[in-house]
C-alpha cells in the first residue's frame, strides 16, 4: 500500500515538474526562465529517482533517496516564502510525503537486517 502511495506521489511531482518546465519555455528567453526551467528539471529528476526506485535497493540507496526528498523539500519551503501558491503547497505536500515514505522504508529495511 504505501509503494502505490510513493508512486502516485512521485508520477504527482513529475507532472508538477513538467508543468514547471513548460511554463518555462512560454516565456521570453532571459537567466530568470533559465532558473526557472532549471528548478522545474530539478523536480523532474528528483521524481524520477522516487519512481523508478528500488524497494528493496541498499541503506545507502534509499538514504540518498530520503536526502534528496529531504532538500526538495526544503526548496518547497523556501519558495513558498517568497510565492505563496498552491502549487507550492502541493509540491512540498508531495516531496514531504515521499520523504516519510522513504524514511519509512529505510526503517523497515534496518529491521530486516
Not at 6 to 20: D, E, K, N, S
Not at 39 to 50: H, R, T, V
Amino acid at each position: 500500500m504505501l509503494s502505490k502511495i510513493h508512486t502516485i506521489a512521485a508520477w504527482t511531482g513529475l507532472v508538477l515538474g513538467l508543468v514547471h518546465t513548460g511554463l518555462a519555455l512560454t516565456a521570453p528567453f532571459s537567466q530568470q526562465v533559465l532558473w526557472f526551467a532549471g528548478s522545474g528539471l530539478a523536480i523532474i529528476f528528483a521524481a524520477l529517482s522516487n519512481l523508478f526506485r528500488s524497494p528493496n535497493g541498499s541503506a545507502w540507496a534509499r538514504a540518498s533517496l530520503a536526502f534528496q526528498n529531504l532538500v526538495l523539500t526544503l526548496f518547497f519551503a523556501a519558495a513558498w516564502l517568497v510565492l505563496p501558491q498552491p502549487q507550492v503547497v502541493i509540491g512540498g505536500i508531495v516531496f514531504a510525503g515521499m520523504l516519510l515514505l522513504e524514511l519509512a522504508g529505510l526503517l523497515r529495511f534496518s529491521r530486516k537486517a
